[in-house]
């Protein structure tokens, strides 16, 4: 069975541009979350989403933002980058919604460098 | 306010020996905890989750304990490997909130 998987793995941006991120979730897992992971800060949440629905929402500015599709599978946007967001951004799955219910299982992240 | 707390930030061991990392929270009503193993430039794995019934779980040589009164939880790490080395992060979910609180881990670098 395929694990989580996260599209790119590595990336370049400069201030002011935006970037898109992918994130397939295992077969069958309907809730996919997106989290920030920086050396000060640990793992922050950013959002959540249930059967195409933000369930839950983080305490990210509005530039963040994101959306779930018929499939499962997530993209998430940062818009207007800023050189703070640079950071490993992480999509986890899992079979129900909410955090709580189910065990998490991540991808590999994404490495975002803003210049 | 809901927070998790880990200590040491960072800990160094040889090969073979036996360590101890601790999460404190206060996170109420209390779920479960997770205690996730992230290698460098990797996802978190994890390797328990304990609800609040649950003192002790194993998987492998990692044993977690998780007293619900003091509100404190340890992993216990049995003849470390080298590849050990990781980040250890103690997650807590807060009942019926949806919300996960993460520690910001544990830095383990196990030497030869």
């Known amino acids: 069975k395929a694990g989580v998987t996260q599209t790119p793995r590595y990336l370049i941006k400069t201030r002011g541009q935006q970037v898109t991120l992918s994130c397939s979730p295992i077969s069958g897992h309907r809730s996919v979350s997106w989290y920030q992971q920086t050396p000060g800060q640990g793992l922050q949440f950013l959002f959540e989403?249930?059967?195409?629905?933000?369930?839950n929402k983080g305490n990210f500015p509005g530039r963040f933002s994101g959306r779930q599709f018929s499939n499962s599978r997530s993209e998430m946007n940062v818009s207007t980058l800023e050189l703070g967001d640079s950071a490993l951004y992480l999509c986890?799955?899992?079979?129900?919604?909410?955090?709580?219910?189910?065990?998490?299982?991540f991808g590999e992240g994404s490495r975002l460098t803003v210049l | 306010k809901n927070q998790v707390e880990q200590s040491p930030q960072s800990l160094i061991i040889l090969e073979g020996k036996n360590c101890t990392l601790q999460?404190?929270?206060?996170?109420?009503?209390?779920?479960?905890l997770r205690w996730y193993k992230q290698d460098t430039g990797r996802g978190p794995v994890s390797l328990t989750i304990?609800?609040?019934?649950?003192n002790t779980k194993s998987n492998g040589r990692y044993t977690a304990t998780l007293d619900a009164d003091t509100k404190q939880s340890s992993l216990h790490i049995t003849a470390s490997q080298l590849s050990d080395s990781a980040s250890y992060i103690c997650v807590v979910s807060a009942y019926n909130t949806d919300k996960l609180i993460f520690g910001t881990g544990t830095r383990l670098q196990v030497f030869p």
């Open positions: 986890a799955s899992s079979l129900y919604r909410g955090e709580d219910t189910g065990e998490l299982f």
């Open positions: 304990m609800t609040f019934s649950e």
């Open positions: 989403y249930f059967s195409e629905t933000q369930r």
């Open positions: 999460c404190n929270y206060t996170v109420s009503p209390f779920s479960n």
